[in-house]
């Protein structure tokens, strides 16, 4: 991971996608109008994550062993 940035992580969690517009908005308005997460509304979706079950570096196997 120190070599490349990247990992390979299983975690639970939410994704929220795309929001609709108000429905008290003209309708002009919310034809071309995009509510988005995030800094000024920039991405479409949102990721919560609760819990990280399992890192690991990507592009190496990983175990989806989950017993205690």
Avoid: C
């Amino acid at each position: 991971m120190e070599k490349s940035g990247k990992a390979a992580v299983i975690f639970t969690g939410e994704l929220y996608g795309p929001q609709l517009p108000n429905p008290n908005l003209p309708e002009s308005i919310r034809k071309i109008y995009h509510p988005g997460w995030g800094h000024l509304g920039a991405f479409p979706m949102k990721v919560v994550a609760f819990h990280i079950d399992a890192v690991a570096p990507a592009g190496k196997p990983y175990t989806d062993d989950t017993s205690p």
